[in-house]
């Protein structure tokens, strides 16, 4: 199955969901060039803060709680320790580039929680090989935003479109190290249906993915999110997908791929246009 995460700085959200089958809660600190990179996309910059960490903490105690930090800076051992001691069970690394850098990670954390990799930079997908020989990686998760950004093109689906997630997820596989894509759209929304990606995350191996934003859109509080859907029944419409995916033949993934690659292409060209 794949393994869902939603973010959020709320105690109450992140109560409520993990109690509706999520399994991991993600406070997000990272904020270091993400408005020179997002700032002109409709992207959500949060603005969450270390109390937040320590609050979703305590309504969470026997869930998965990600923290995302800043990428390496000069303060990334402070942000490693204070993460770590107000209770993350993971952490994860962003807009990385070079194995360098993911050891300095490595060995700040150094066993205390869970490392994960950000994997959202051209420089890293080219570096993947030598990154991914770097002790102390627990799992791995493709962010397709930041990445079509930094590679220059128009939609952030294209890498799983033109085969570069197939080389990286197989290069990931070949350390059997756990890792995910991206993020997911309620059944039936996005520009890419949602159910058709969720095939692609069965046929290249993932077991993870971020909730997107149409999973809490409007809904900065537990009421206004039951009056906006039904959760637990919206994740179950993921789940169900995946399982009945996940009995499908090799020959019916690979024509599913063809036309998420279709659909992908036609998506560009509309873009293009209207740019």
């Known amino acids: 199955m794949i393994r869902y995460c939603f ?3 709320s105690p ?15 406070v997000d ?3 270091l060039g993400k408005v020179e990179r997002q700032g002109h996309l409709s992207t959500v910059i949060s603005r969450h803060s270390f109390d937040d960490v320590e609050r979703v903490r305590a309504a969470i105690p026997g869930a998965d709680l990600l923290v995302r930090l800043n990428s ?12 770590i001691e107000l209770g993350a069970d ?3 690394l962003p807009m990385f580039r070079t194995a360098e850098e993911v050891r300095r990670f490595c060995l700040a ?7 994960v990799l950000l994997l959202e930079t051209a420089q890293a997908v080219r570096n993947l090989e030598e990154i991914l020989d770097v002790s102390g990686i627990d799992e791995v998760h493709i962010g397709l935003n930041d990445l079509h950004l930094d590679l220059g093109l128009t939609f952030m689906f294209e890498p799983v479109a ?20 991206g993020g997911l759209a309620r059944a039936g929304e996005g520009l890419l249906p949602a159910e058709l990606l969720v095939a692609e995350h069965v046929r290249l191996g993932s077991t993870g993915a971020i909730l997107s934003r149409t999973f809490h859109r409007n809904s900065p509080t537990v009421e206004e999110l039951e009056q906006e859907m039904d959760f637990a029944a919206e994740l179950g419409r993921l789940h169900a997908a995946h399982r009945k995916y996940s009995s499908a033949s090799t020959a019916e993934l690979q024509a599913i791929h ?12 509309s873009k293009t246009a209207h740019a």
């Open 258 to 269: 063809n036309d998420v690659a279709a659909r992908v292409a036609s998506i560009v060209r």
């Open 162 to 181: 033109n085969g570069m997630v197939d080389d990286i997820a197989a290069a990931i596989r070949k350390r059997a190290l756990p890792f995910g894509i």
């Open 12 to 26: 109450d959200l992140a109560a409520f969901v993990t109690a509706r089958g999520v399994d991991r809660v993600m």
């Open 7 to 9: 973010i959020t700085n």
């Open 90 to 92: 993971s952490l994860m």
């Open 72 to 83: 390496i800076h000069p303060g990334i051992e402070g942000e490693v320790e204070r993460a």
């Open 29 to 31: 600190l990272e904020l």
């Open 109 to 115: 954390v150094d066993g205390r929680s869970r490392v």
